[in-house]
T-cell receptor
């Protein structure tokens, strides 16, 4: 079945540092890929998405590129802020999934210090 | 404002006492889903609904029931809660059922079953 693996956390960075959170997936065909962010006490919000190979999703300074050859969708940001502290989830929706089911990774806790 | 509303946000109860978590969305979305979030496991789908009176099991449906009598509401029912259902629960909705559509999440319900 479909699966998503995220890098182990938590991740702790200083403000303005470069961020990478690795995400790899297993799925048949060409799934849609998502990054969701969860701020403390809140639900998940869509951060960015990519629906086909080589697509780059971007939002709020975050980027991720859909790499079919390496089955990866790593999240990057060039300069993190304290306000980026949150839990980040990589997720996929498989092409054979007609009902929009999301398969999530385990989440990565990011803490950014001033 | 487009939103998914869950109630209650927090609940502490005892084993065997039936409870219902309500979920309502104001976006006229066809697709709704329930997830549970547990540390190290990410989010796992419990049940989903593609439209009124159409529901089906997700990955972890045991011990839960749902109903979809109206398009906007999708309650989660625990007929006889047990401690292993202590978790953080999220309701989500989506326009259509295609795999490339983002899901909108509620703020979560934290259940503690003693």
């Amino acid at each position: 079945g479909d699966s998503v693996t995220q890098m182990e956390g938590p991740v702790t960075l200083s403000e303005e540092a470069f961020l990478t959170i690795n995400c790899t997936y297993t799925a048949t065909g060409y799934p849609s890929l998502f990054w969701y962010v969860q701020y403390p006490g809140e639900g998940l919000q869509l951060l960015l998405k990519a629906t086909k190979a080589d697509d780059k999703g971007s939002n709020k300074g975050f980027e991720a590129t859909y790499r079919k050859e390496t089955t990866s969708f790593h999240l990057e940001k060039g300069s993190v802020q304290v306000s980026d502290s949150a839990v980040y989830f990589c997720a996929l929706s498989g092409p054979g999934t007609s009902y929009g089911k999301l398969t999530f990774g385990q989440g990565t806790i990011l803490t950014v210090h001033p | 404002e487009a939103q998914v509303t869950q109630n209650p946000r927090y609940l502490i109860t005892v084993t065997g006492k039936k409870l219902t978590v309500t979920c309502s969305q104001n976006m006229n979305h066809e697709y709704m889903s329930w997830y549970r979030q547990d540390p190290g496991l990410g989010l796992r789908q419990i049940y989903y609904s593609m439209n009124v009176e159409v529901t089906d099991k997700g990955d972890v449906p045991e011990g839960y029931k749902v109903s979809r009598k109206e398009k906007r509401n999708f309650p989660l029912i625990l007929e006889s809660p047990s401690p292993n259902q202590t978790s953080l629960y999220f309701c989500a909705s989506q326009q259509g059922s295609g795999g490339n559509q983002p899901q909108h999440f509620g703020d979560g319900t934290r259940l503690s079953i003693l």
